[in-house]
């Protein structure tokens, strides 16, 4: 049985510091692309951040980059997502997400997007939570 289960998430003071995790059960962790999605209330879920299963392609949403990271530990098989200057609009409940690199005609073998059609399995979220 497939299991994606973020933690890490909490209140956090604006310009504060987050990492989240996802650990990743069930599945070959080395042959699947890995994002972050989020989602605000009353709004449509976002992409955050991918990566391709050998780390070759990263991409990051306009409005984290610069200050966040998205890593991956094959041998704890969890993925990661650091941001720091966290800011109200990042609030927001985080998932990870999951995409066999073989997926729309192999395109994640060597790049990753942040459409939330193409990914396999998910998480079920972490909330972030940025005020003061």
């Known amino acids: 049985q497939v299991q994606m289960v973020e933690s890490g998430g909490g209140l956090v003071q604006p310009g504060g510091s987050l990492r989240l995790s996802c650990s990743v059960f069930?599945?070959?962790?080395?042959?699947?692309?890995l994002a972050w999605f989020r989602q605000a209330p009353g709004k449509e879920r976002e992409g955050v951040s991918c990566?391709?299963?050998?780390?070759?392609?990263?991409e990051y949403a306009p409005s984290v980059k610069g200050r966040s990271r998205i890593s991956r530990d094959s041998a704890k098989k969890t993925l990661y997502l650091q941001i720091d200057n966290l800011k109200p609009e990042d609030t927001a409940m985080y998932y990870c997400?999951?995409?066999?690199?073989?997926?729309?005609?192999?395109?994640?073998?060597?790049?990753?997007?942040?459409?939330?059609?193409?990914?396999?399995?998910w998480g079920q979220g972490t909330q972030v939570t940025v005020s003061s």
């Open positions: 997400a999951a995409v066999h690199y073989t997926a729309d005609g192999y395109y994640y073998r060597t790049m990753c997007r942040l459409d939330v059609d193409d990914y396999t399995y």
């Open positions: 990566m391709t299963w050998n780390r070759q392609t990263i």
């Open positions: 069930g599945i070959n962790f080395d042959d699947h692309g």
